[in-house]
Each structure stands twice: as C-alpha cells, then as structure tokens.
C-alpha cells in the first residue's frame, strides 16, 4: 500500500496541478510541487528517527501513515499552487515516516528469518520486495485508468475536461492513496516484531553473531 501511493501521488500531480490548482502546463511549478514534499521529508525522517526510538518502528510506523493520509485531506478542497504547496509540507512529513521505516522493517524481518535458518537472505527478502513495487506499480495504472475512464476521460483531451474529471482527480490525490495508507495501518497493527519480542530477537541476533565470529576465527 505504501509503495502504491509512493507511485500514485508523483503520476498525478502533474495533472491535478494543472487542471485543479490551475498550474500552467510544462511550468516549474508543477515540479516544485513534488520537490516541497521531498525537501520537507529530509527533516521529516529525523522527526520519525526521534519517535521510532521512543516508541518503537511499529508504532511509529502506523502513527506516519495516518498521519500522511490525514495530510492528503487539503487536496480535496484546494484550488490554487499556496494552498497546493502548503498541503505538500505536510505530505512530506507523512512521506518521511515510510521512507525511514520500511527499510527498517525489512532488516527486522531478514534478522528473524535468519534466527530461524542460521543465513541471511537479503537478497531474497529485497527480490520480494522489487516484485511487490512492481504489482503496486500495475495497481496504480489500474486504478488511474479506471477513475478517469469512469469520470469520461477515456483518451487524454484537455478540451473535454469537465467537472466530473476534476473531482476524479481530487480522488485519486487523497480518496485512494488515503484509503491505501491507512489499509496499510491497520496490517502494521498485526506486524508481529514488536516489544519484547523485538527486543529478545535483536539479543538473540547479537549472540549468534558473535558465535559466527567467533567460528570464523577459528
């Protein structure tokens, strides 16, 4: 879910912010849009570095994705680049959460798969997550395809903009990438790795590690 808003939001601001904010076509604006939201993730990652550690990643984690989702509600009412741009802080602050955390994740879920093997697997656990970028990739054309082919947008022509493509694209900037992100929440809720489990699979960790260095010495 996350990595098909990561692919949903970028594909569309070009257009909403030509046909919803009122941007000109090709302007500079539209590529200051997305670059608000990732200059602001920069700081953003140290704020959830800073609550990942009070917390914990699973927590921190779900708290980042209803966060982002409440920070898209703005793109359903806007109507100018101020208030665009405004809104697109706050993206960043959300956006910031799963690009400090999901590596994070992933490195928690190849240590346990290691506990269980005696190897580790990156390559294997990072391969599965290229083919899960991929199926959100698919999903994202999907889903464009089938709000703008339902709202009469069946072939790009900017003459036959009408108000039901408009609201189709106030859609697909918060309806649809909020509706991921919390879907994505609520999964993170049963993510096992957490507490005194984590705390006991990061100590056992550091034990078979040093009986691995230990063997290799020898």
Excluded: C
């Excluded at 919803?20 to 990652?45: C, D, M, R, W, Y």
């Amino acid at each position: 879910m996350t990595w098909y808003v990561f692919g949903l939001l970028p594909t569309i601001v070009p257009f909403y912010g030509t046909y919803v904010l009122n941007i000109e076509k090709q302007s500079l604006l539209l590529s200051i849009l997305l670059l608000i939201a990732f200059l602001t993730s920069v700081p953003g990652i140290l704020f959830w570095k800073s609550i990942g550690r009070k917390i914990g990643v699973r927590k921190g984690y779900m708290i980042s994705l209803f966060g982002w989702a409440a920070a898209l509600i703005p793109f359903y009412f806007i109507s100018d680049f101020v208030a665009g741009a405004i809104t697109m802080v706050f993206v960043g602050l959300g956006l910031a959460g799963s690009l400090y955390y999901i590596d994070l994740i992933i490195s928690d879920i190849i240590d346990e798969d290691e506990l269980k093997t005696g190897v580790r697997r990156e390559g294997g656990y990072y391969g599965i997550n290229a083919l899960v970028i991929r199926l959100s990739t698919i999903l994202t054309f999907v889903t464009i395809g089938l709000v703008l082919s339902t709202t009469g947008w069946y072939v790009y022509d900017p003459g036959a903009y009408s108000y039901e493509i408009e609201m189709g694209l106030r859609s697909l900037m918060f309806i649809f990438p909020a509706i991921a992100l919390i879907i994505g929440a609520i999964s993170m809720y049963f993510y096992p790795l957490d507490g005194k489990r984590l705390k006991e699979q990061k100590a056992a960790r550091e034990k078979l590690h040093s009986e691995k260095r230990a063997a290799l010495a020898e």
